[in-house]
């Protein structure tokens, strides 16, 4: 079992700054696959970012160039470091953990990797709110 905890999330201004964070507890591996997800209301969960192999990471079209994803290893822990936000922004933010590679054919959005479903496990959520 792996368990996850979120942190940082919050309500800020566009424009802001938050940088979320992620720690990874139980039967974890550093090889692993770790990602983030959002899903605002009435929507499905999307994929905002993951590590794919190699240290190439993916991200959602409208995340580019404001959202960077980090892992420390050492810490065992995922961060979501989030620049110029906006309101459409605004959602409950998960990470979720995968046995194996991020690596994976699906795309969607421009997040191309694997996708939501074969995550293994998911953190309780962070609430991300932007206000225009």
């Known amino acids: 079992q792996v368990q996850l905890v979120e942190s940082g999330g919050g309500s800020v201004q566009a424009g802001g700054s938050l940088r979320l964070s992620c720690a990874a507890s139980?039967?974890?591996?550093?090889?692993?696959?770790m990602g983030w997800f959002r899903q605002a209301p009435g929507k499905e969960r999307e994929g905002v970012a993951s590590?794919?192999?190699?240290?190439?990471?993916t991200y959602a079209d409208s995340v580019k160039g404001r959202f960077t994803i980090s892992k420390d290893n050492a810490k065992n822990t995922l961060y979501l470091q989030m620049n110029s936000l906006k309101p459409e922004d605004t959602a409950m933010y998960y990470c979720?953990?995968?046995?194996?590679?991020?690596?994976?054919?699906?795309?969607?959005?421009?997040?191309?990797?694997?996708?939501?479903?074969?995550?293994?496990?998911w953190g309780q959520g962070a609430q991300v709110t932007v206000s225009s």
């Open positions: 139980g039967d974890t591996d550093s090889s692993d696959c």
């Open positions: 590590t794919l192999r190699d240290s190439r990471t």
């Open positions: 979720a953990y995968k046995r194996g590679s991020c690596w994976g054919t699906y795309c969607s959005g421009g997040y191309c990797g694997a996708k939501r479903s074969e995550y293994n496990y």
